[in-house]
């Protein structure tokens, strides 16, 4: 029998069956599912309304998920009750078959307190379809007639495998439900901690300016400034004050940001009262205090009167003593995250050790001021003993001589040999004083760099010192030299006076080695002069650069025991070092170095 021309073929309930399959294989949510559902239901079967209840969480109730086509505050039995087999709803989930009531009588003979219980007129007719995945009651579906329907064969097997189908759609939909949100969870969680890292990352930053800045300052309230600056641009908006105790009030020494409200701004230039609780309690317990919104209704606050929401106090240690209070108070609700006190509490640690470092350099100017006070005071000192010294060694000189003259042929050998102590005493004299002299003007006398080639240096000094070595066996051994920046005349002295004690050294040799050579580093070059003289016993290496230090005796080998010392000076006024190896009987070697021009 064909149709009427124009009229639409009534899909079979197969083909229905087809298209909610693909329909509810396409849902992804469980309200897509759900209209999916009725509205097929419905339509399939020509029902008028229809409901859908879920199992909650635990397993013991039923809550209407969703309803189409009810009449709003009119009551019906389904709505949210116990799961117990009194009712259609439960009686279908705990014996898992579906329920069909072709008419009321049906539902009323088999429920006859029905109405009763649930405070509702029952439906004219009625089918009760159970969902479940994997054996697990997952709710069910209901859709009432107004008028008595029989339910054939076809519409039966329809109900049922849309049940089915729909309890896996319902499952698959709320596994898609959980996974996403643990997807919009976690990329909340990522989201967080990137926010966390990048607001660490800046926290690490400031605090390596900072620590950078620091070392650059040696004013410790300019210091102090300097890390409420940077504070202010991790925390901002909000006032930062250092406060330290004065008698028993707390005074005002620092402060970035301003206060809106002038009265607040009055008293925190008048101070605090010392028993201030956020200002004492981390003084007295070292320990930082952190007030968010929550505790600054209770906890006393000193800035009363300011829209406050966060604030830290924390003490300002100092070689481990607390010397202030270093106070945050923000415009802006804040939590204080470990990354947040962590980050606070950094910068306190690096602002007390630039405090310490800051008056370690002040202690050390001062003793450097006072010692090279005290060297000025020595060197002219010195300078004008030795000028003075010059005219009683002369007097004894002079007089010595006189009385040569005057006694004549009466000058006996008993006199003669005092006469001649004296005049050895006078030399002695006068050459520890031209030695202390040549000390001092090394010391006084502006140094004049330039280029000096080392290796021309020592052929001079090799030239000046032959005629000492002219009835000697003396074997030169002298390597490349490097050009170097230094002055010409006090480099050349630590030369002669180092091959000078290599000459006198190896007198009692038959054969003297002397050997210079250069080593070059990559900050500087290390010169250095060895002999196979007589060595020294090293644990007397200290005594070498001393004034007036000597390891061997004036009558085994003339000095004035200056030399060393001179060398010393020399190198050490062109940023060098000298350094001295010995063994007794065996040699030495003597280096210094010089940084590279």
């Known amino acids: 029998m064909s149709l009427p021309s124009g009229t639409l073929a009534r899909p079979s309930l197969n083909e229905r069956l087809q298209d909610v399959t693909h329909a509810l294989a396409a849902s992804t949510t469980v309200h897509g599912v759900f209209e999916i559902l009725l509205t097929s239901a419905l339509e399939a079967v020509d029902a008028t309304t229809g409901a859908v209840l879920l199992v909650n969480a635990d397993g013991d109730r039923l809550e209407l998920a969703q309803s189409y086509g009810y009449t709003p505050d009119v009551p019906t039995i389904w709505k949210d009750g116990p799961l117990d087999g009194s009712v259609p709803a439960g009686e279908a989930l705990l014996k898992q078959t ?71 759609a319902l499952g698959r939909a709320r596994l898609m439900a959980d996974l996403q949100g643990q997807v919009e969870q976690r990329t909340q969680q990522l989201q967080e901690q990137k926010a966390e890292v990048e607001s660490r990352n800046r926290a690490l930053e400031a605090v390596a300016q900072l620590s950078r800045d620091l070392r650059l300052q040696d004013d410790r309230y300019a210091l ?146 006072a010692l090279a006070a005290a060297n000025e005071e020595l060197e002219a000192f010195a300078y004008s003993v030795s000028h003075d010294l010059r005219t009683p060694v002369r007097h004894v000189t002079s007089f010595a001589q006189l009385l040569r003259k005057t006694l004549g042929d ?67 051994t002298v390597g490349p030299l490097p050009l170097v920046m230094g002055d010409l005349g006090l480099l050349r ?22 050997e210079v050579w250069a080593e070059e580093s990559p900050q500087d070059w290390r010169v250095s002069v060895r002999d196979n003289g007589v060595g020294f016993d090293a644990g007397y290496t200290h005594k070498l650069f001393g004034v007036f230090q000597r390891l061997h005796r004036q009558e085994e080998f003339e000095g004035n025991g200056v030399g060393l010392a001179n060398v010393r000076r020399v190198i050490t006024r062109h940023s060098g070092t000298v350094t001295a190896e010995g063994v007794l009987d065996q040699g030495a070697t003597f280096s210094f170095t010089l940084p590279k021009a």
């Not at 008028?147 to 729909?166: A, G, I, M, V």
Request: charged share 20%; glycine share 6%; proline share 7%.
């Open 98 to 168: 579906a329920l069909f009531f072709e008419h009321q009588e049906a539902l009323m003979l088999a429920y006859p307190d029905l109405e009763e219980r649930v405070g509702a007129p029952p439906p004219v007719a009625t089918a009760v379809l159970p969902m479940f995945e994997n054996q697990k009651s997952l709710g069910l579906i209901v859709l009432d007639f107004k008028e008595p329907h029989h339910f054939t064969p076809e519409e039966r097997f329809f109900l049922r495998t849309l049940s089915t189908q729909c309890g896996i």
């Open 224 to 369: 102090i400034h300097r890390a409420q600056q940077s504070l202010a641009g991790l925390l901002a908006p909000g006032v930062f004050t250092y406060f330290e105790l004065e008698g028993d009030c707390w005074c005002l020494k620092a402060q970035e940001g301003q206060f809106q409200d002038p009265a607040v701004q009055e008293q925190m230039d008048a101070g605090w009262p010392q028993a201030t609780p956020a200002l004492w309690l981390p003084f007295e317990t070292r320990q930082p205090l952190y007030q968010a919104k929550d505790s600054l209704s209770t906890d006393p606050l000193p800035e009363a009167g300011e829209d406050v929401h966060a604030a830290a106090t924390l003490p300002l240690l100092v070689d481990g003593v607390a010397v202030g209070c270093f106070r945050v108070a923000l415009f802006t609700q804040r939590l204080w995250t470990p990354t947040d006190q962590r980050v606070l509490e950094i910068i306190l640690h690096g602002l007390g050790l630039a405090l310490e470092r800051a008056e370690q350099a002040g202690r050390l100017r001062a003793q450097r001021d």
């Open 410 to 476: 009466r000058l006996d050998d008993k006199s003669a040999r005092y006469l001649g102590v004296m005049d050895q005493a006078a030399a002695r004299m006068t050459t520890l004083i031209d030695a202390i002299l040549e000390l001092s003007r090394t010391s006084q006398q502006p140094l004049h760099l330039r280029m000096v080639d080392l290796g021309t240096v020592v052929a001079s000094v090799r030239e000046l010192l032959e005629p000492e070595a002219i009835h000697r066996q003396v074997r030169w």
């Open 493 to 514: 002295q630590v030369i002669e006076n180092l091959l000078s004690n290599a000459l006198k050294y190896t007198t009692p040799r038959a054969e003297a080695h002397i």
